[in-house]
């Protein structure tokens, strides 16, 4: 089984309430597990953006930094707690693969937004991208995915 996030296959569930609709993913959909972090961490949708302070996904499971929304709020507990909520999961199917959204604060996989709300990215995980990659899981972005390289994934993951 591959985990998606549930944004880039029309679920929407982002922080403005839209998606993030991939058409190549949707095609094969029927192949992948869908899941939103920052839902299951009990946020809800519509919601502030948010972006990571002082760090990535792997400073923030640490201690060493924070999630804190356009507002001012800090919500590094749902972060944190929603991606235990996807580790159990993926624990629970044995999932070692994962697609998730690129640049996301919970879903990035290489890049995310810096912190200060201004459209500039820096290289870091998101929460959950970071707490996946610990575990073994082997994290791409929607970015990394062509067509070929999607379905040798799925060949190789679909019967676990
Ligand atoms: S937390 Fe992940 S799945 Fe949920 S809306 Fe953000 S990028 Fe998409």
Do not use: W
Not at 17 to 24: H, P, Q, T, V
Not at 50 to 65: F, I, N, T
Not at 133 to 153: C, F, P
């Amino acid at each position: 089984m591959i985990l998606i996030s549930a944004c880039l296959l029309g679920n929407k569930v982002k922080y403005n309430g839209e998606a993030n609709d991939n058409a190549l993913l949707m095609r094969y959909g029927r192949y992948m597990t869908a899941i939103c972090p920052e839902c299951l961490g009990g946020l809800p949708i519509p919601r502030p953006p948010a972006e990571l302070q002082d760090g990535d996904g792997q400073a923030v499971l640490k201690g060493d930094a924070y999630v804190m929304n356009k507002d001012g709020g800090i919500i590094t507990d749902n972060f944190i707690a929603g991606a235990q909520k996807v580790l159990e999961f993926v624990k629970k199917h044995r999932i070692r693969v994962a697609i998730l959204k690129a640049n996301s604060p919970s879903c990035g996989n290489a890049m995310i937004y810096d912190g200060k709300f201004n459209g500039n990215k820096i290289e870091g995980q998101g929460v959950t991208a970071a707490l996946l990659a610990q575990h073994g899981v082997k994290v791409y972005s929607e970015k990394d995915i062509d067509e070929d390289t999607l379905q040798k994934l799925i060949a190789m993951y679909r019967e676990e």
